[in-house]
């Protein structure tokens, strides 16, 4: 029995929050061991957010089999879109100047649509 796209989709995003996970407790044990200054826990957010969009870019692109780069972005911003709603709910409201948020989702758009094609 063949899984609905929508299927694939949910799995695949799963897949990628699992990552962030494991890559942000990583990330965590990294400030505590090295004492890490502001600037370099961004740099390592941000390249969390590239691994990730773009393993999950490739997992859509593998799954799914035609138009790899569109199912690589749709990851990328549907990843983008749960982040944004996870740090609302948090956060009672955004959090973060507007051009930080535009450059986290085209970060996380590019990725995943660079693993799309990749894939």
Known sequence: MEKSKLQVTLRNLLVTYILTGVLLVVLALALYRFR?????????????YIITC??????????IKQRRFFWGLLLGLLYFLVLMAVSFILNKGINGSM??????????????????MLS
């Open 54 to 63: 773009l393993f999950g870019g490739i997992l859509m692109g593998k799954s």
């Open 36 to 48: 890490l200054k502001e600037g370099q826990i961004r740099l390592g957010v941000n390249a969390i």
């Open 99 to 116: 051009n930080q948020i535009l450059t986290t989702m085209a970060i996380c758009a590019a990725s995943g649509t660079a693993g799309g």
